[in-house]
């Protein structure tokens, strides 16, 4: 009886077992995917034209801190949604799902879940700027820290909704 009991015991921590590894391997495959870089990584690749990159912060940060030169300011607190944020992104890349996107916002919270959004959407290259602008600690100082160039957002007064200005 102890032997069956200790027999079924393993065979229940093996299955168990199994089902929690395969779950850790799903998540790392999953933070795999999840692309990122540095600030100065996303300045080099607008300077050379491999990418665009979008700053999703909302006007009124554009407005106290700046964009990042060469950014596309597009807020993802547009009032019409999440399908308005998704069509004028797709307007920035000229309807180009597989161009190469950047995603800054202040610390990278809002430009991972951004770039979550986007992939399930069909976008198939969105790199998240997980340092933001402002930064994360000394590891990831962000693009104001690095003294990277920023321009003033102009207009900074102009609706949500219409926020894509380049």
């Known amino acids: 009886m102890l032997g069956r009991f200790l027999g079924n015991s ?24 999840e692309k990122r870089m540095s600030a100065i990584e996303a300045y080099n690749g607008v300077v050379n034209g491999s990418l665009t990159l979008i700053d999703i912060r909302s006007p009124g940060e554009w407005e106290k801190s700046g964009i990042p030169k060469g950014a596309v300011p597009i807020t993802m607190h547009n009032p019409r949604g999440k399908e308005a944020f998704k069509k004028a992104v797709l307007a920035a890349v000229n309807g180009d799902k597989e161009r190469p ?7 990278g919270g809002r430009s991972h879940w951004a770039q979550g959004y986007l992939k399930k959407n069909g976008f198939t290259q969105v790199v998240d700027v997980s340092e933001g602008m402002f930064g994360r600690g000394k590891t990831m100082p962000g693009w104001l820290t690095r003294n ?18 380049k």
């Open 10 to 33: 393993f065979i229940v921590a093996t299955i168990v077992i199994g089902l929690v590894g395969a779950l850790a391997a799903d998540r790392l495959a999953a933070q795999a995917a």
């Open 101 to 107: 996107i950047a995603l800054i916002c202040a610390v």
């Open 148 to 165: 990277l160039p920023v321009e003033p957002c102009d207009p900074c007064t102009i609706t949500a909704s219409k926020a894509v200005t």
